[in-house]
């Protein structure tokens, strides 16, 4: 659309008005608004963006602001959406094969770990894990790779930093980064992704994986209280300086080479490597922030990133919008030219080797309500959507065969459904120290199995795909265990068939009938629902966040799942701070829960029950305390072997361990909906990468002209409402003259006459 | 005046202590600064250490109320109510707990609260008058009964509506503005038609049905009586006598919300993308962000307490019989 000043040339104001407009600035300004409106669509909501910039520009949206935007804190899929395409950790995800596939990023290749036995001696390749002592990754990164233009990085003319000792003169002069006039760059090197890593210890920042990584990377672990130490004598705005501590683990071996020793054999290690908490961050950074009076002008890392990936943040407004920019300094990278089958027909490649990013900015807009979000991307404002339920029928119709598939309207405009099962799995858990549902705290075999046949009723009697079709839309698999599909482990068909709950019937799982249910609770002491010695009925718990009407249609649904087999189900109400407690307490009897994955290897799921990993007294990520003395020996085998098939026999084992012992209901993995318009071009789902916008790319033509034919104003509701205007008025006026005159108080020119 | 200002403002002491002790007490006592530790780093591997960690950033590591350990003054100064609450009666906001000055983002946000408040407010504020001297003139006719019709009509219907229709209708099917989002400088008029045009919509039923009770009341007065028999056009009558007579009413509802319009919307600026103080207060209650919440909450009080003030004085403006004791 072109700016106002082009519509001021093309429609010059005459003279004759300038009166009129003095008069009537309202009107003025409405005639000012049509106008402008008159040289495009009236409700596009990128009034400064011209056609050049728009056709280089990827328009996206975001729900909620990110909470971090530092790379040692950013934890959440709301804050990667940014931090993912700004920062450049040492791998990423190969953005199309399948399985996923780690690839260098900032790293030239994947890095082999080498093993040490405890006396330092190098073991071979294929060493079990009870022999391994150390593993020492050795990254080489990419030479050349250069950081965003940063006011942190310039330097004056002897090289030293121009912006590291502020003067208060020169501090009342910024209010945001963009104030500071010159802005510097470097070559990105080995010692600033150890810099990085000494960031996780930093107590100032809270990184949420400082515990995990702690009991892993050599030394971490000791820095981390050094520096806890350091901070509690310190003013709490004082900087700690993390230049003069070394970390054992942790070293440079070269300007291009930094090297990680980890405690024992951790293949997932690398996976971590592709995460932004290892990406490179120069000292300079640190320094350049911690100045006083820049946090009071919320002038931070965590507001403004510095990266070297290839978007920059270069407007950041989240309360409005965030705006990223291709990295200029960003080199050497170019689109993949192998895929998994199928990509090179359905167009994937026909960008391989051209260089990355593709698009040069992405514009995301705050759109807090579904509603607003979805009519703007039919209209075309936003280039993709997801589906809320009320849409779902409007954007999704199911064919005779009971596919699914995009409806006739969003065909008829170009749009594409993608769809990709989520690494994510939602379950309701079974406090395993609950005297009733539990196993863990039973005296004899008997109980024990008893309590395990409750919990298979309950599993069998809450029909998953009775929820998926009425509460996602059909949108989730039903889960047959903890691992999600695309997740190394995880089985297909038959051969991951959860026998306790499902036959396999005609290709495919079907639920066992609800006379299976009622016999195991019979056989757990509990025919039709009462306890078989007191004849009381069972009561369960069901505790949950859940509120609001949607969340107490779909606790209602639970409820009648458990009545099918007369049992009480009773849902407790309580508020997600309340929830943990009583999680940590172990004051719960059921709960629902989900996890998405880290990284796609099965440990990140399995370790969810892993005993050491109780929520009880050891506040970690195994809510339901699920213990199981075989099981935990399996895991700690599983996640130290390499990939192959002994791992996925173990990983087997640990499955058939847990769909016998049932510590969860196994729930559901969602399945993301994703619209896309026909003009974005290159999309694939990805749910493992976080940096997948460079790869993508607009026809900005298309883009365009579509927007321009399904954005032509309707212009008669307008006239229609100055007809309805004038139809009140003008009796009313009529009226009122009508009055004036029967009571003789109108003079004859129509005004009110003086009678002073 | 200035005693009855001087005393007016003491009363406010009191008044916003007693909000602050409340405000803490529910922030502090039953959402402990481990909930809140808890909220802001979410449930994903977080460590004993990462809390403490956490509060001891944010000065949640300190005694409520009295500080033990240290001596002098700073017993009861070094205490998080010194630091958290206190601190706010010299509008020292502090930082919200994802780090950001909460002072700065006020005043960045009161702009766009106020760019669609303020014309809500004033165009909206003409309309209801206009409208409601319209079916005075024309009390006991037809055109008033379904004027006060219309207006039962229009207040029985949930503001959400007439967002959500007028979303639909002016933005989706009639396109004739952005259905939601903010610009910078003129570039924000075009966003503000629509929910300045809802604003008004909205609050016309019941808005005109108060006026009109007002200038009904003030219609059966002497003064009314004697304007006409001076031969006064009934317009005259009601614009010049009326409704400068109706104005301690129409204060009293008024002049109190003033300086409420920079605290914003909740519930329009969340629609329509505005990016004002309404919707950093429904952020922080979502974030479960209590340093932000007991900021609103407190110039809420603050701001309240003003509009009053203000009515008070805007009584002896409108009426030169009211004088300040």
């Known amino acids: 659309m072109p700016a106002s000043s082009d519509v001021a040339a093309r429609c010059p104001v005459p003279r004759s008005v300038l009166p009129w407009i003095g008069r009537w600035p309202l009107a003025t300004l409405l005639a000012c608004v049509l106008l402008v409106g008159c040289s495009g669509p009236w409700n596009d909501p990128y009034p400064d963006d011209d056609r050049q910039v728009r056709s280089q520009t990827i328009y996206s949206a975001f729900s909620a602001r990110p909470k971090h935007l530092d790379p040692a804190r950013a934890y959440t899929s709301d804050a990667y959406v940014f931090v993912g395409q700004i920062y450049q950790p040492p791998l990423q995800y190969h953005y199309l094969k399948r399985p996923f596939e780690l690839t260098g990023f900032a790293a030239a290749e994947v890095p082999r770990p080498r093993y040490l036995d405890s006396q330092g001696r190098e073991l071979p390749a294929d060493a079990p894990a009870s022999e391994v002592a150390f593993s020492v990754y050795d990254v080489r990164i990419r030479e050349g790779l250069r950081y965003q233009p940063h006011p942190a990085l310039a330097v004056d003319a002897a090289g030293k930093p121009r912006y590291h000792a502020l003067t208060p003169g020169e501090l009342s002069r910024i209010h945001t980064l963009q104030d500071f006039p010159e802005a510097g760059t470097r070559e990105v090197v080995a010692a600033d992704f150890v810099h990085q890593i000494k960031r996780l210890a930093n107590p100032r920042l809270q990184s949420p994986i400082l515990g995990k990584m702690a009991n892993y990377i050599v030394g971490l672990g000791p820095l981390s209280e050094r520096l806890r130490e350091q901070a509690k004598s310190l003013p709490r705005d004082a900087f700690i300086d993390l230049e003069p501590h070394a970390i054992e683990g942790v070293t440079v071996v070269d300007r291009h080479t930094f090297r990680i020793r980890i405690k024992g054999k951790y293949p997932q290690f690398v996976y971590w490597l592709a995460m932004p908490f290892f990406s490179p961050m120069p000292p300079e950074a640190d320094r350049f922030y911690a100045q006083p009076g820049l946090a009071k002008k919320n002038i931070s890392l965590d507001w403004y990133p510095l990266g070297s990936g290839p978007y920059m943040l270069s407007e950041h407004d989240p309360n409005r919008r965030m705006v990223l920019s291709r990295n200029p300094n960003f080199a050497g990278e170019v689109y993949p030219s192998e895929g998994a089958p199928g990509d090179r027909e359905a167009g994937l490649l026909d960008d391989a080797g051209r260089p990355l990013p593709l698009a040069s900015r992405i514009v995301f807009t705050l759109e807090k309500e579904q509603i607003p979000y979805w009519n703007k991307f039919l209209q075309g404002w936003f280039d993709s959507s997801g589906i809320s339920s009320d849409a779902f029928d409007q954007a999704v119709q199911m064919n005779e065969s009971g596919d699914i598939g995009i409806s006739d309207e969003m065909a008829a405009r170009g749009i594409r459904l993608q769809t990709s099962v989520a690494t994510s799995v939602f379950y309701a858990g079974f406090n395993w120290n609950d005297p009733v549902v539990g196993s863990g705290g039973k005296a004899g075999p008997a109980e024990r199995e008893r309590a395990r046949k409750l919990r298979h009723a309950i599993s069998l009697a809450i029909d998953q795909e009775e929820f998926i079709s009425i509460f996602r839309n059909g949108r989730a698999i039903a889960a047959q265990g903890p691992i999600a599909p695309g997740i190394i482990g995880f089985r297909e068909g038959e051969a991951g068939l959860n026998r306790y709950i499902y036959d396999w019937v005609d290709g495919e799982p079907r639920r066992k009938p609800l006379s299976e249910a009622k016999r195991l609770l019979a056989e757990a002491g509990y025919p039709d629902g009462r306890d078989a010695k007191t ?164 026809d900005g033509a298309a883009r365009a002209a579509a927007q321009a034919a399904w954005n032509d104003p309707v212009v008669w509701p307008i006239g229609l409402a100055g007809v309805a205007l004038a139809a009140l008025v003008l009796p009313a006026w009529a009226g009122y003259r009508r009055r004036e005159r029967r009571l003789g108080r109108v003079d004859a020119r129509g005004s009110a006459g003086d009678a002073r | 005046m200035t005693a009855y200002l001087l005393r007016r403002l003491l009363y406010a002491i009191p008044i916003l202590i007693g909000v602050n002790l409340l405000t803490f007490a529910l922030f502090f006592m039953v959402n402990t600064p481990d909930d809140m530790a808890r909220m802001q780093l979410g449930v994903k591997r977080v460590t004993p250490e990462a809390i403490e960690d956490w509060k001891r950033a944010r000065g949640y590591d300190k005694p409520l109320f009295v500080n033990a350990a240290a001596q002098g003054g700073a017993r009861f100064t070094d205490t998080i109510f010194f630091e958290k609450s206190v601190r706010l009666f010299v509008f020292d906001f502090g930082f919200s707990d994802d780090g950001r000055d909460i002072g700065r983002e006020i005043r960045e946000r009161m702009g766009p609260s106020l760019a669609i408040a303020l014309p809500v407010f004033v165009l909206g504020l003409f309309a209801y008058v206009c409208a409601a001297v319209l079916l005075v003139f024309f009390r006991q006719t037809a055109l008033d009964l379904a004027g006060v019709v219309a207006c039962v009509v229009l207040m029985s219907v949930s503001a959400m509506f007439y967002i959500i229709g007028g979303q639909y209708l002016v933005s989706k099917a009639w396109r004739l503005a952005p259905i939601s989002g903010f610009a910078d400088g003129a570039a924000m008029v075009p966003f503000l038609l629509l929910p300045v045009v809802i604003g008004i919509v909205a609050g016309l039923g019941a808005s005109t049905r108060w006026y009109r009770t007002i200038f009904l009341d003030e219609m059966g007065r002497e003064y009314v009586r004697t304007a006409r028999a001076k031969g006064l056009s009934e317009m005259r009558v009601l614009f010049g006598h009326v409704l400068r007579n109706a104005m301690i009413p129409i204060l009293t509802g008024v002049v109190v919300v003033i300086p409420s319009l920079f605290l914003g919307s909740l519930l329009f600026e969340s629609f329509f993308g505005i990016p004002g103080l309404g919707s950093y207060t429904i952020d922080a209650i979502n974030a479960q962000d209590f340093a932000v919440v007991r900021a609103m909450v407190f110039l809420g009080s603050v701001l309240y307490i003003a509009g009053l003030v203000l009515t008070d004085l805007s009584y002896a403006w409108v009426d030169p019989r009211v004088r300040f004791a």
């Open chain 1, 535 to 698: 004849g009381q009925p069972l009561v369960l718990y069901l505790d949950t966040t859940a509120g609001g009407p949607g969340a107490r249609s779909r606790i209602e649904w639970y409820v009648r799942q458990l009545q099918k087999i007369d049992i009480q189900l009773v849902p407790r109400l309580t508020d997600w701070n309340r929830f943990q407690d009583k999680l940590r307490q172990g004051n719960v009897q059921m709960f629902f829960l989900g996890w998405n994955a880290d990284y796609p290897d099965p440990e990140n799921f399995l370790f969810l029950l892993y005993g050491p990993e109780g929520k009880v007294g050891r506040d970690g990520n195994n809510s339901a305390n699920y213990s199981n003395p075989e099981y935990d020996r399996l895991f700690e085998q599983m996640k130290g072997m390499d990939d192959g098939p002994a791992r996925q026999q173990v990983i087997d084992r640990m499955v058939e361990i847990l769909r016998h012992d049932a510590p969860w209901v196994w729930g559901l993995h969602p399945v993301d909906y994703t619209l896309r318009h026909g003009w974005l071009l290159n999309s694939k789902p990805n749910s493992m990468a976080q940096n997948e916008l460079k790869f993508h790319r607009v």
